[in-house]
C-alpha cells in the first residue's frame, strides 16, 4: 500500500443528528475507516485509555475486574540458526601493494585488520558492497599482470554470488533490527511520527530489490554508513518495536472486554427497572469514551498497520522468518480487526434489546 499522507482537516463544532451518528458507529466504524481527525486527538496512552473506559462499563454493568494478557506469539529463531558463515577470500601481501594501483589497498587492509575481523553485519554488508563495486574497474587494469587479473575475476564473481547471502545475515542476525523484529514493552501513543521508520524500511526494501537484481549500478553509492544510518533510524524511533506491542496490548484487552460483554444477559439487563436510566449512562459512554477516544486510538494504530506491513513484507516475506513474523505483526492486526468488529456488534446488540438510540448529550459537539 502506497504512504499516502493524510492532511488534517478542521473539527466542525455542530451537534450532531443521532441517525447520523448510529451510522457513524455501526455503518463506516466497522472497517475502522473513521471519520475522525487524528492529528486533532491529544496524546493518549493505551493502557490509560482501556482502564478508564472499561471501569466505567464495570460499574454500569457489574462486569468483574479485568486482567489482560499479551496474546502470545512465536519467538524469533535465534542468531545461531539464521546465520550463514561465508569462505573468506583473502589477498596477500605482495598482492595488496599492486592493488594500490586501481584503489583497492585499503579496502582490503581495512577488512584484514583487527578491527574488520570483527565486523558487524551491517558493516560487513557494507564493505562487500563497496568490494565489488571497486573490483570491476581492476579487472581489466593495464598494470596488473595476467595473474592477478584472473585471481581478481574469480574473486568478483564469487562476491557477486555471496551478496544476497551477505545481506540475508545482516537482516536476519543485525542486534539492531532483531530488537526491533522482537517488539518492545512500550505501546504506541497517538499522534506519533512514522516517517523515519517507514522511510528507513523502504531503504533496506530497495537495497535487497537491488542485490537481489545484482544492480550494481545502483549500489554503487551503498556503503556501511548508509546501512548503518537506516538502522539507526529504526533504533531512535523504536516505533516497530512499539507497534508490535501495542498491536498485543491492545488485542489482550478488547478480546477480554469482549469476553466479558458476551456473558451479559442483555434481554435481562433491559428489562430491569432502572435499565432506562443506565442506557443514558452507557450512550455517554459510548460517545465520550468508545467513540471519542478509543475509535481514533485504534484507527490510528490501524493506520499504521496498512504503512509498516507492507514496507515490513517487502524485506521479510521470502526470509526464514517470514512465518514468524506474520504471526507478530498481521496475524495479529486482523486479529485486532475482528475483535473490535465484535465490540461494535456488541453495542448493536445493546441498543436493539433496550430500544435506544445513540444520542449527543446537550451541548456535546
Known amino acids: 500500500m502506497a504512504n499516502k499522507k493524510t492532511t488534517p482537516q478542521p473539527q466542525q463544532h455542530r451537534k ?3 441517525d447520523r451518528l448510529n451510522r457513524r458507529l455501526f455503518g463506516a466504524l466497522l472497517p475502522l475507516l473513521l471519520c475522525f481527525t487524528l492529528g486533532s486527538c491529544s496524546r493518549h ?14 460499574r454500569m454493568l ?10 502470545p506469539v512465536p519467538e524469533l529463531p535465534p542468531v545461531r540458526q539464521l546465520y550463514q558463515p561465508l569462505p573468506d577470500t583473502k589477498l596477500n601481501v605482495l ?11 585499503q579496502l582490503v587492509a581495512e577488512r584484514n585488520n583487527s578491527l574488520g575481523k570483527t565486523m558487524t553485519v551491517a558493516n560487513q554488508l557494507g564493505y562487500e558492497l563497496q568490494l565489488v563495486n571497486q573490483l570491476k574497474p581492476c579487472l581489466q587494469h593495464p598494470q596488473l599482470d595476467a595473474d592477478l587479473q584472473q585471481k581478481l575475476q574469480l574473486i568478483y564473481q564469487e562476491k557477486q554470488q555471496q551478496l544476497p547471502q551477505v545481506l540475508a545475515n545482516f537482516l536476519l542476525t543485525d542486534q539492531t533490527l532483531r530488537q526491533q523484529l522482537y517488539g518492545s514493552q512500550r505501546s504506541i501513543q497517538s499522534g506519533v ?4 521508520t517507514l522511510t528507513a524500511l523502504q531503504q533496506l526494501g530497495r537495497l535487497q530489490d537491488n542485490v537481489l537484481k545484482k544492480d550494481l549500478a545502483a549500489l554503487a553509492s551503498t556503503d556501511a554508513a548508509f546501512i548503518n544510518h537506516q538502522v539507526g533510524a529504526l533504533y531512535q524511533s523504536q516505533l516497530l518495536a512499539d507497534w508490535q506491542y501495542s498491536l498485543r496490548q491492545n488485542n489482550g484487552w478488547l478480546s477480554a472486554l469482549n469476553a466479558q460483554l458476551d456473558h451479559i444477559n442483555l434481554d435481562a439487563f ?3 427497572p432502572q435499565a432506562k436510566d443506565k442506557t443514558q449512562i452507557l450512550n455517554n459512554i459510548l460517545l465520550q469514551q468508545f ?17 509498516l506491513q507492507p514496507a515490513l513484507n517487502r524485506i521479510y516475506q ?12 498481521e496475524a495479529q492486526h486482523q486479529e485486532l480487526r475482528q475483535q473490535l468488529n465484535r465490540h461494535v456488534a456488541w453495542w448493536q446488540q445493546l441498543q436493539q434489546h433496550c430500544q435506544f438510540k445513540i444520542a449527543a448529550q446537550p451541548g456535546q459537539s
Open 16 to 18: 450532531p443528528q443521532p
Open 45 to 58: 496512552d493505551a493502557e490509560d485509555l482501556w482502564l478508564d473506559y472499561h471501569s466505567r462499563l464495570q
Open 62 to 71: 457489574e462486569l468483574p475486574d479485568l486482567a489482560p494478557k499479551l496474546t
Open 95 to 105: 598482492d595488496l601493494v599492486v592493488l594500490r594501483r586501481c584503489g583497492l589497498q
Open 193 to 196: 511520527s512514522i516517517t523515519s
Open 270 to 272: 433491559c428489562q430491569r
Open 291 to 307: 467513540i471519542g477516544k478509543i475509535q481514533p486510538y485504534l484507527a490510528e494504530l490501524d493506520g499504521i498497520s496498512q504503512q
Open 318 to 329: 521470502q526470509s526464514p522468518i517470514a512465518a514468524v513474523l506474520y504471526q507478530r505483526t
